[in-house]
């Protein structure tokens, strides 16, 4: 079985900075997209941003110039470096993947479970 652990959320003033981290497990063969998503109370969950192998990211308006997402594909972790944050980003953060799973080669999306991000105002 696969599984993402997000780790890295917490309480920042705003202005703050925190570094999100989801590190993948398991039967993994290869893992094309990896992102974060994020759900507020009342909300629908978002799509925060995401990045490919090959290392391009996308971003919602919301975030592009204040987060920054990455990779290291050798220990299957994507991570969500967040600056400038405002009470706005304040959410459950959860990690995304699709994910190869080996021996069959089958494709499935994972989630993490989530971490919290509170930002005060």
């Known amino acids: 079985q696969v599984q993402l652990v997000e780790s890295g959320g917490g309480l920042v003033q705003a202005g703050g900075s925190l570094r999100l981290s989801c590190a993948a497990s398991?039967?993994?063969?290869?893992?094309?997209?990896m992102g974060w998503y994020r759900q507020a109370p009342g909300n629908e969950r978002e799509l925060v941003a995401q990045?490919?192998?090959?290392?391009?990211?996308i971003y919602a308006d919301s975030v592009k110039g204040r987060f920054t997402i990455s990779r290291d594909n050798a220990k299957n972790t994507v991570y969500l470096q967040m600056n400038s944050l405002k009470s706005e980003d304040t959410a459950v953060y959860y990690c995304?993947?699709?994910?190869?799973?080996?021996?069959?080669?089958?494709?499935?999306?994972?989630w993490g479970q989530g971490t919290q991000v509170t930002v005060s105002s």
């Open positions: 995304n993947a699709e994910i190869l799973t080996a021996p069959k080669l089958v494709r499935n999306t994972y």
């Open positions: 990045i490919i192998r090959g290392g391009t990211g």
């Open positions: 398991g039967n993994i063969a290869m893992i094309n997209v």
